[in-house]
């Protein structure tokens, strides 16, 4: 299995605390992906990372900043907790040859 | 922005049945990988299609990828308990930043 670990595996914040999830990669992979799941929805694209310091948004990037500052860690920020935030966050990371995403065991994020 | 739609997003059958679940898009990706996800876990890959009017089977499954590479299908043959979670659809953008964008999912539930 690919290593791919996400931290924390659950948080409790308040609204308006920033709060950073993290996400690290062992495979050497390119390109990573931030991705929230709420009931009733697929896997909904925040950012996504192409490279060392090369990032973009996705479909639902307001309110989230990323980072990624070296290959294996890709850092997802939420600059001021909102309820609407409260999601569980999947990391993913994909190799040169497309073929498949291999997946953190998700962050259970609850804002109250 | 590349939205994938599947179809049916629920779907509740008896063991024996045949089914099949759509992924429609109006983009053109390069692949399009398809996923199977249990409850509290991430995203297992079932298959990954490339080539426009690509099949591929695996076991009981098969997969098709659209001739012009904008739509993809999920052929299920005698449906089994064991098959029933969410599946997930996912396409890789052309692009050089290989965009993963999930589609809206199709929740299976397989009864005796």
């Not at chain 1, 993290?22 to 929805?41: F, I, K, L, V």
Request: aromatic share 10%; net charge neutral.
């Amino acid at each position: 299995d690919a290593g791919i670990t996400q931290s924390p595996r659950h948080k409790v914040t308040e609204t308006g605390t920033p709060v950073t999830l993290r996400c690290h990669q062992t495979e050497n992979h390119r390109y990573m992906y931030w991705y929230r799941q709420d009931p009733g929805h697929g896997l909904r694209l925040i950012h996504y990372s192409y490279g060392v310091k090369d990032t973009d948004k996705g479909e639902v990037s307001d309110g989230y900043s990323v980072s990624r500052s070296k290959t294996e860690d890709f850092l997802l920020t939420l600059e001021s907790a909102t309820s609407s935030q409260t999601s569980v966050y999947f990391c993913a990371s994909m190799g040169q040859s497309h073929t498949e995403a291999f997946f953190g065991q998700g962050t259970r994020l609850t804002v109250v | 922005t590349q939205l994938l739609e599947q179809s049916p997003q629920f779907l509740s059958i008896q063991e024996g049945e045949n089914l099949t679940v759509y992924c429609n898009s109006s983009s053109v990706f390069s692949s399009l990988q398809w996923y199977r996800q249990e409850p509290g876990e991430g995203p297992v890959l079932l298959v990954t299609v490339v080539t426009g009017g690509e099949v591929k089977k695996l076991k009981r499954l098969t997969f098709q990828f659209g001739d012009a590479r904008k739509d993809s299908s999920l052929h299920i043959t005698a449906a089994q308990p064991g098959d029933t979670g969410l599946y997930l659809c996912a396409g890789v953008g052309t692009g050089t930043a290989s965009k993963l964008t999930f589609g809206t999912g199709t929740r299976l539930q397989v009864t005796l």
